[in-house]
């Protein structure tokens, strides 16, 4: 299978910039599919980008785009929705993803690869991972010999400007002293997202993954405790990490759900009833990668903020003073 042109539905988020920037540097041409181009414009420095504002829930507008690509990534997804019906869950993975494979039988594209996630099941315990798992069980029923399909399944994803580690130190910056904490002991092998937009690419045209699902993650475990803990002490701020009951953990999720920018649900909470780490083969090892550990990577950007950036701002605003290095 030749490909020269790819189709990128959610590419202009965390992984999908990590991911284009590896695609182009290889030589790809790659339309991304967007909802706003003037928000993205970041991405227009790639050569062989093609940034497109599109409505990717609209059939007809998906597949006027699409055509003439020679695979297909989709990385749309979300972690939260309005509400809590899981509504919003089913039309970000699941209706989406049937219109994605839609387009490739339609217009004859015979590459797909399919962001999901670790514990993706269509009996699962939250919205999301149960809206994850039904997609993921489409786009397997869809695989033929006309339609090669990959899934990708990572743990928690760390790299700079990530929705993990950031969040944990935003949070913690604003937290007086205590900070209650559900779920402190859910496990996680967080993969950084340079070694997951590399998988990615290698998958793209290896045809030993056609059919397969890889399991992401880094080379560590932690729960939740010490990844918290760890952002702190990089912070330099002295935090008591307090392990909240099931039933105070709940009350938390209920109430952030109100809180700006959503910073931790319902669906959350139950999602976290599973530990997010790998328990068969190392897709990244399959692949070849050697995965990076968090140690190398998340001082540098958490640092950089510290001294200058979001985290300083923070401490302004609450008369801290920030540390000098």
Not at 55 to 68: E, Q, Y
Request: glycine share 10%; net charge positive.
């Amino acid at each position: 299978m030749i490909i020269r042109t790819i189709g990128i539905v959610g590419g202009t988020g965390f992984v999908g910039s990590r991911l284009a920037n590896e695609l182009t540097r290889s030589g790809y041409r790659l339309r991304v599919l967007t909802r706003r181009r003037e928000r993205n414009k970041h991405l227009l420095v790639m050569p062989t980008l093609e940034l497109i504002e599109a409505d990717v829930h609209d059939p007809a507008m998906l597949g006027a785009h699409l055509a003439g690509c020679d695979a297909v990534v989709n990385l749309a997804g979300i972690l939260n929705e309005d509400g809590d019906d899981g509504r919003g869950f089913q039309v970000a993975h699941v209706e989406l993803a049937h219109k994605v494979v839609g387009a490739c039988r339609s217009l004859g594209i015979g590459r797909l690869l399919h962001m999901s996630a670790l514990n993706a099941d269509p009996a699962g315990p939250s919205h999301y991972l149960r809206s994850k798992g039904e997609a993921e069980a489409l786009v397997r029923a869809a695989a033929s010999d006309t339609l090669a399909v990959t899934i990708i399944r990572p743990s928690v994803i760390f790299g700079p400007a990530d929705q993990f580690y950031n969040r944990f130190a935003t949070l913690l910056m604003l937290a007086p002293g205590l900070f209650p904490l559900a779920r402190a002991q859910a496990r996680f092998a967080p993969v950084y997202v340079g070694d997951v937009a590399r998988a990615m690419a290698l998958a793209l045209t290896d045809p030993q993954s056609y059919g397969l699902a890889y399991d992401l993650c880094g080379p560590s475990v932690y729960t939740l405790g010490d990844i918290v803990s760890y952002t702190a002490r990089l912070l330099d701020l002295r935090r008591v990490i307090v392990p909240l009951p099931d039933w105070a953990g709940r009350l938390q999720a209920r109430l952030l759900e109100f809180a700006p920018g959503k910073p931790f649900s319902r669906d959350n909470f139950r999602s976290l009833g599973l530990d997010s780490v790998c328990t068969g083969a190392a897709g990244l090892a399959r692949l070849g990668i050697v995965p990076t550990p968090v140690e190398a990577i998340v001082p540098g950007y958490i640092h950089r903020e510290r001294r200058g950036g979001r985290y300083g701002r923070l401490r302004r605003l609450t008369g801290r003073r920030a540390p000098t290095m």
